[in-house]
């Protein structure tokens, strides 16, 4: 399965964008999606996560109510949308792919992951 992570760039405070997941290789409909994020210098974290049919979604606390985690099957890819951003979102997002069908927070729960694109915030 490749994965193909698109979207991000620089955008001041407050603003919006929408990052996409384009998946090949593999079978799409069947596998939980998730995004991460790593800053310079942190870790790779939990940013959020969509089960296989689109009804169960997992969101990290700092990001709950600004941003929509979404798949399109027919398009095999899965999308995060990003409002009211703030400094602190300002990372490399990286998206993920796991054979389950379950969303999970857990970095070592994905088997696929994309390239990341970095997202800029300014203040």
Not at 16 to 31: D, H, I, N, Q, V
Not at 36 to 46: H, I, L, M, T
Not at 56 to 68: A, D, I, K, P, Q
């Amino acid at each position: 399965v490749q994965l193909q992570a698109s979207g991000g760039g620089l955008v001041q405070a407050g603003g919006s964008l929408r990052l996409s997941c384009a998946a090949s290789g593999g079978t799409f409909s069947s596998y939980a999606m998730g995004w991460f994020r790593q800053a310079p210098g942190g870790e790779r974290e939990f940013v959020a996560s969509i089960n296989w049919s689109g009804d169960s979604t997992l969101y990290t606390n700092s990001v709950e109510g600004r941003f929509t985690i979404s798949r399109d099957d027919v398009k095999n890819t899965a999308y995060l949308q990003m409002d009211i951003l703030k400094p602190e979102d300002t990372a490399v997002y990286y998206c993920a792919a796991r054979v389950d069908t379950a969303a999970d927070t857990e970095v070592e729960n994905y088997d696929y992951w994309g390239q990341g694109t970095l997202v800029t915030v300014s203040s």
